[in-house]
């Protein structure tokens, strides 16, 4: 009877050191490759989401630049949006959600110059294709973005040429 109980404990034995190492293993790769996965997906939608901004800043500086009219971007940082409008008829063209995830989080456009009401978010371009501000000054800017891992990248418009691009530091 004694050798009967011995022999079932056997039987039902546990897991060996070996197999929990190797699961053990295994599940911190998934676990990693998971993380990294996500990370990379993040990164993605954010230059993703920064190359799109660009994109249609330069479509509204070529509007401009062509004469149709006076066309600009209004961004919308509590919201995630920005906006490209004909300025003459004060309607909006195109609205553009950002990426869930991507926040637009400031800008330093300012068209009406105002300094008692703070930026205003607003980029011009006049028909040389310059930015410019309300009272006819010269004047780029720059946006911010961030992802869900707290990666920034900035867009930058030059205040004399109106060059766009992205940085990774703010200008």
Same mark, same amino acid.
């Given at each position: 009877?004694? $050798? ?154 030059? $205040? ?12």
């Amino acid at each position: 009877m004694g $050798s009967g109980l011995k022999k079932s404990a056997v039987a039902c034995g546990g897991f060996s050191l070996f197999e929990l190492i190797l699961v053990l293993f295994i599940t911190v790769m998934f676990s990693g490759i998971a993380l990294a996965s996500s990370n990379l997906a993040n990164r993605h939608k954010l230059n993703l989401a920064a190359n799109l901004i660009c994109s249609d800043i330069r479509r509204i500086q070529q509007q401009n630049l062509d004469n149709n009219g006076t066309y600009a971007v209004l961004f919308d940082c509590y919201n995630d949006v920005y906006y490209l409008k004909k300025c003459e008829i004060g309607a909006v063209c195109k609205k553009v959600v950002l990426p869930a995830g991507i926040d637009l989080t400031a800008t330093n456009f300012d068209f009406d110059n105002n300094p008692g009401n703070g930026y205003d978010n607003e980029l011009r371009f006049n028909s040389k294709g310059e930015p410019f501000r309300k009272n006819g000054i010269l004047c780029g800017g720059h946006l911010g973005l961030k992802n869900k891992n707290g990666k920034y990248l900035y867009v930058i418009v030059a $205040s004399v040429t109106g060059q766009v691009r992205i940085g990774t530091a703010p200008p």
